[in-house]
C-alpha cells in the first residue's frame, strides 16, 4: 500500500512534538508539508522533522496537489472553519478534539463531509490504544459482570495566562481540553450514550476558563463520573467497576510511547490490589496507530470506525456539562 501524503497545519506544539512525529514512525503515512501563518516557523518544523515542504499559508497546502490528508491541531475555535477549508479543497482531515466548540457546529462537518466525499475524524489518539481495546472487550465478554460504574480523574497544571488552553474565547479551559476524555472513553466502554448530564464548574476568576469541573453522565445501564482540572497536581486515573469485577486504566489518556502500559483486572475483590491480575502490553505509540489507521481507511475505503456523527454525539454531552454548570441541574444530552 502507497503511504497517504500529509500536511501538517500550523506548528502548534502537540503537532511538532507528540502527533507528527509519531505520524511519521507509520507504515501508511507519509508527511510531506506542514504550514503556519509564520513561514519562518514552518520552515523551522519542517527542518527539524525531516518534513520536504513548509508553506506560509494553510491556503498554500491546501493547494498543492499532492496532499491528500492534513492534520489539523489548531486552536479549538479553528477546528471546525479550517477543516471546512480542507475539506473543501479534497483533503481528508483529522481534527484534534474537540472537534468543535458545540455540537451544532460540529454537525456542520457532517454536511461537508457528504459534500466533498472526504473523510473527517475527530483525533481521539486513546480509542486506538490496545489497553482501551482490551478493557472494552473484557466489558463486552461479561469478565466483570453488569457494567454500572465508570469513574475517572484527569489533572494538570497549567497557570500560563498566554496558554491557548487558557483563554476562554477561543476554546480554553479543562472540560474542552481534557474532560472530553472521560466523556469519550466512558461511551466507548458502555457502547451507548448518556441521556443526561450534571456538571460542578468551578472557573478561575482571572482566566474565566473552567479549571475545575466534577461531572455525572447517566447512562442507561450505569453511570460515568469524572473530575478534571487544569490547575492540580498531574495525575490521570480509570476504574471500570462491574457487579462481579473491575478494571483499572493506570494512565489511560497520556500512555507512554515509550514503555509498557498495564490494566488491573480484579474478580475477587480484595481490598486494594491483592486479588487484582495484570495484563500488560507492548510498547505502542497511540498517535501512531491512529495516523495509520485512518491512512489505512482511506487507502482501503473502509468505513471510519468513529466518523464525524460519533464526534457530534460527544459535543452533545459537553454541550450539556457546560449547560448544567450554568444552570446548576441535571441537561438532557
Same mark, same amino acid.
Given at each position: 500500500?502507497?503511504?497517504?501524503?500529509?500536511?501538517?497545519?500550523?506548528?502548534?506544539?502537540?503537532?511538532?512534538?507528540?502527533?507528527?512525529?509519531?505520524?511519521?514512525?507509520?507504515?501508511?503515512?507519509?508527511?510531506?508539508?506542514?504550514?503556519?501563518? =509564520?513561514?519562518?516557523?514552518?520552515?523551522?518544523?519542517?527542518?527539524?522533522?525531516?518534513?520536504?515542504?513548509?508553506?506560509?499559508?494553510?491556503?498554500?497546502?491546501?493547494?498543492?496537489?499532492?496532499?491528500?490528508?492534513?492534520?489539523?491541531?489548531?486552536?479549538? /475555535?479553528?477546528?471546525?472553519?479550517?477543516?471546512?477549508?480542507?475539506?473543501?479543497?479534497?483533503?481528508?482531515? &483529522?481534527?484534534?478534539?474537540?472537534?468543535?466548540?458545540?455540537?451544532?457546529?460540529?454537525?456542520?462537518? #457532517?454536511?461537508?463531509?457528504? %459534500?466533498?466525499?472526504?473523510?473527517?475524524?475527530?483525533?481521539?489518539?486513546?480509542?486506538?490504544?490496545?489497553?482501551?481495546?482490551?478493557?472494552?472487550?473484557?466489558?463486552?465478554?461479561?469478565? #466483570?459482570?453488569? &457494567?454500572?460504574?465508570?469513574?475517572?480523574?484527569?489533572?494538570?497544571?497549567?497557570?500560563?495566562?498566554?496558554?491557548?488552553?487558557?483563554?476562554? =474565547? #477561543?476554546?480554553?479551559?479543562?472540560?474542552?481540553?481534557?474532560?472530553?476524555?472521560?466523556?469519550?472513553?466512558?461511551?466507548? #466502554?458502555?457502547?451507548?450514550?448518556?441521556?443526561?448530564?450534571?456538571?460542578?464548574?468551578? %472557573? =478561575?476568576? =482571572?482566566?474565566?476558563?473552567?479549571? &475545575?469541573?466534577?461531572?455525572?453522565?447517566?447512562?442507561?445501564?450505569? /453511570?460515568?463520573?469524572?473530575?478534571?482540572?487544569?490547575?492540580?497536581?498531574?495525575?490521570?486515573?480509570?476504574?471500570?467497576?462491574?457487579?462481579?469485577?473491575?478494571?483499572?486504566?493506570?494512565?489511560?489518556?497520556?500512555?507512554?510511547?515509550?514503555?509498557?502500559?498495564?490494566?488491573?483486572?480484579?474478580?475477587?475483590?480484595?481490598?486494594?490490589?491483592?486479588?487484582?491480575?495484570?495484563?500488560?502490553?507492548?510498547?505502542?505509540?497511540?498517535?501512531?496507530?491512529?495516523?495509520?489507521?485512518?491512512?489505512?481507511?482511506?487507502?482501503?475505503?473502509?468505513?471510519?470506525?468513529?466518523?464525524?456523527?460519533?464526534?457530534?454525539?460527544?459535543?452533545?454531552?459537553?454541550?450539556?456539562?457546560?449547560?448544567?454548570?450554568?444552570?446548576?441541574?441535571?441537561?438532557?444530552?
Amino acid at each position: 500500500m502507497d503511504p497517504v501524503k500529509w500536511g501538517i497545519i500550523s506548528t502548534a506544539k502537540i503537532g511538532r512534538e507528540k502527533v507528527t512525529p509519531a505520524m511519521q514512525q507509520g507504515n501508511a503515512v507519509q508527511i510531506e508539508a506542514i504550514a503556519s501563518r =509564520d513561514l519562518d516557523a514552518a520552515r523551522k518544523v519542517a527542518n527539524d522533522l525531516g518534513i520536504p515542504k513548509a508553506y506560509g499559508s494553510y491556503e498554500e497546502l491546501f493547494n498543492d496537489p499532492e496532499i491528500e490528508a492534513v492534520y489539523n491541531p489548531l486552536p479549538n /475555535h479553528l477546528h471546525v472553519p479550517v477543516t471546512i477549508q480542507a475539506a473543501e479543497a479534497g483533503k481528508h482531515v &483529522l481534527c484534534e478534539k474537540p472537534i468543535a466548540l458545540t455540537a451544532d457546529e460540529a454537525a456542520r462537518l #457532517i454536511e461537508v463531509r457528504d %459534500r466533498t466525499g472526504v473523510r473527517i475524524e475527530e483525533a481521539f489518539m486513546v480509542r486506538h490504544h490496545p489497553q482501551w481495546r482490551r478493557a472494552r472487550e473484557i466489558v463486552r465478554e461479561g469478565l #466483570i459482570g453488569e &457494567l454500572r460504574a465508570f469513574q475517572a480523574f484527569f489533572s494538570y497544571m497549567n497557570l500560563d495566562p498566554e496558554n491557548i488552553r487558557n483563554k476562554a =474565547d #477561543i476554546g480554553g479551559g479543562g472540560i474542552y481540553d481534557i474532560g472530553c476524555y472521560p466523556t469519550v472513553t466512558a461511551r466507548f #466502554i458502555f457502547g451507548d450514550e448518556p441521556t443526561r448530564a450534571v456538571a460542578l464548574i468551578e %472557573r =478561575d476568576p =482571572d482566566l474565566k476558563t473552567d479549571r &475545575l469541573a466534577s461531572a455525572i453522565l447517566d447512562f442507561p445501564k450505569g /453511570h460515568a463520573t469524572f473530575t478534571c482540572s487544569t490547575q492540580l497536581l498531574p495525575f490521570q486515573r480509570v476504574e471500570i467497576l462491574g457487579t462481579k469485577g473491575r478494571i483499572e486504566v493506570r494512565i489511560p489518556y497520556n500512555a507512554p510511547p515509550d514503555a509498557p502500559c498495564r490494566i488491573l483486572v480484579d474478580t475477587q475483590g480484595a481490598l486494594g490490589d491483592a486479588s487484582a491480575e495484570p495484563q500488560d502490553f507492548s510498547v505502542v505509540n497511540q498517535y501512531t496507530l491512529q495516523g495509520e489507521a485512518f491512512s489505512e481507511g482511506i487507502r482501503n475505503g473502509t468505513p471510519p470506525e468513529f466518523p464525524v456523527e460519533d464526534a457530534v454525539k460527544n459535543m452533545r454531552v459537553i454541550d450539556a456539562l457546560f449547560r448544567s454548570g450554568e444552570s446548576g441541574g441535571w441537561e438532557q444530552v
